[in-house]
Every structure is written in structure tokens, then in C-alpha cells.
């Protein structure tokens, strides 16, 4: 929902809630299909989102915020490349399929901001089989992946992370295992050819 709870600029963003307890797998995501934003020439593209998240899961709960997806050029399957997070919080990128069985990952040093404002700027950069990721300004080297990155728990694509023509892109909250309620506040969302950097607050109000 939009509400006025909490803002980076103006008075409202986006809420998204999900409800934790006994239930394994949660999902509150915008999504964009195609046009207007996809097709993009030359299949890479540059992606910012403001975030405000009540708290991360503990443990070796795995979630995901953001998610670029595809078919891949020439195989029968959809790649979906990831950025979230796992093992005690800290930040992830991550690489799933439909069609054959992968589930890849690499794991950084930085944790999950938590009850304050944070940015997250990504790119997808389909001809190199690259992602790469920024959080406030700073790139965080340590989930920059290209083709592979740490493991799989199947084979499906040899370990490589492929990428796929890009035709949807998802925000917001997805975990996989047993989690809390986790509240997160999205703002000053922007997709673009060129990296867009961090906004300025106008000033945050909440």
C-alpha cells in the first residue's frame, strides 16, 4: 500500500508487509513486465530504490528485494537474478531458475541496514553475465558477481550465473523459510541506461 507512515522525499512511499509465524514462504513485490521499461537496449540497465526495513531475518533465513528475471538466449529456461540476503543478516546476491535446477549464491561482509533509511543501487548487465551492487554510494565489491559466484546447490547450469534477456523486474520483500513480520518502506525507485546515483532527501521526514 502507499501510505504516509514513513517518506524519503514528499509524504508517502510504499509499504510492503509480510506476516511471519508458522508459513516458510512470504511475498509483497512491485513488479514492472515489459513495456514500457523492457525491452532495454543492449539487455543492461542500472536500478536505485530508497528502503526503510524494520528488521532483518536472523539465522539462516533467505530473502530477496530485489529481482531481475528472463529467458535465457538459446536454453529453455528463465534465469532470475538476485539481490537480498542470508546468514545472520548479511547482504547476498543470489541466482535461481525455472526450468532447470541452480540455486547459486555469494555472500557478502556487510550487513542489512535496519530502522533507518538506506540506498540500494544494482545493475544487470546481461551481454557480460554480470551484477554488481551499491548501498549508500558505495559499491559493495564483495557482490559484484560475474558469471559465477561462490556455489550451487545444483548443477543445472554448470555454476554459471546466465544471464537472461531481462523482461521483468521485482521489488520488495520475498523470504523463503520461517521469518518475522518485516515491514519495509520503498521510495524514489528509478531504472535507467546510466547509474543514477543516490537521491538527495527533500529533507526525510520520518
Known amino acids: 500500500m502507499v501510505d504516509t ?12 508487509t509480510v506476516a511471519g509465524g508458522t508459513g516458510t514462504y512470504r511475498r509483497a513485490f512491485l513488479s ?37 528475471e528472463g529467458p535465457v538466449p538459446g536454453m529453455n529456461f528463465r534465469a532470475l537474478s538476485r ?9 547476498m546476491a543470489s541466482y535461481d531458475t525455472q526450468g532447470v535446477a541452480s540455486d547459486c549464491w555469494r555472500h557478502s561482509a556487510t550487513l542489512m541496514p535496519e530502522a533507518r533509511w538506506a540506498c540500494m543501487e544494482w545493475r544487470f548487465n546481461g551481454p557480460n553475465n554480470e ?29 554459471d ?5 531481462y523482461d521483468t523486474l521485482l521489488l520488495g520483500w520475498e523470504h523463503y523459510q520461517q521469518s518475522i513480520v518485516h515491514d519495509m518502506w520503498i521510495d524514489d525507485v528509478g531504472v535507467s541506461l546510466q547509474r543514477l546515483g543516490c537521491p538527495a532527501a527533500n529533507p526525510p521526514t520520518k
Do not use: E
Not at 539481490?83 to 547482504?91: N, S
Open 161 to 165: 550465473w546466465l544471464a537472461p534477456t
Open 32 to 68: 514492472t513486465m515489459g513495456p514500457p521499461v523492457f525491452p532495454l537496449p543492449g539487455n543492461a540497465f542500472y536500478g536505485r530504490m530508497m528502503i526503510w526495513l524494520n528488521a532483518a531475518p536472523a539465522g539462516s533465513v533467505h530473502w530477496t528485494n530485489i529481482q531481475a
Open 5 to 16: 507512515t514513513r517518506a524519503w522525499s514528499g509524504t508517502h512511499a510504499v509499504r510492503v
Open 83 to 91: 539481490y537480498g540476503g542470508q546468514l545472520q543478516k548479511r547482504l
Open 131 to 159: 551484477t554488481d551492487f551499491w548501498l549508500d554510494g558505495t559499491a559493495l565489491t564483495d557482490l559484484t558477481v560475474i558469471k559465477r559466484g561462490d556455489g550451487c546447490l545444483d548443477n543445472g547450469t554448470n555454476g
